[in-house]
């Protein structure tokens, strides 16, 4: 089992930054892939961002790349997303999920936090 707690939402004009955090406990979070995902009122959950278990190797939805980052530190349990020039089209709530089998697959994450608004005005 793994218990993820993300936080860093808030609320930021276009073009500013946010940075979110994904803390993890529960099994080695270390075996693990990560993943953040957001859904915006009324759409569904989409993918963002997600990074291997080693953190060697990363990806990105096209509409983020070149503005958000994802990295993480196996040896404090976290993931963090750093997202730079925001728009709004980025309001959403940002999801971190872990998967033991790789990042590749959405049906892969079985686990799943809770969730932290983003809101980003024009």
């Known amino acids: 089992q793994v218990q993820l707690v993300e936080s860093g939402g808030g609320l930021v004009q276009a073009g500013g930054s946010l940075r979110l955090s994904c803390a993890a406990s529960?099994?080695?979070?270390?075996?693990?892939?990560v993943g953040w995902f957001r859904q915006a009122p009324g759409k569904e959950r989409v993918f963002v961002a997600a990074i291997n278990w080693t953190g060697t190797s990363t990806r990105y939805a096209d509409s983020v790349k070149g503005r958000f980052t994802i990295s993480r530190d196996n040896a404090k349990n976290t993931v963090c997303l750093q997202m730079n020039s925001l728009h709004p089209e980025d309001t959403a709530v940002y999801y971190c999920?872990?998967?033991?089998?790789?990042?590749?697959?959405?049906?892969?994450?079985?686990?799943w936090g809770q969730g932290t608004q983003v809101t980003v005005s024009s």
């Open positions: 999920a872990a998967s033991y089998f790789g990042y590749a697959a959405v049906a892969n994450y079985g686990y």
């Open positions: 529960g099994r080695t979070f270390g075996n693990y892939a």
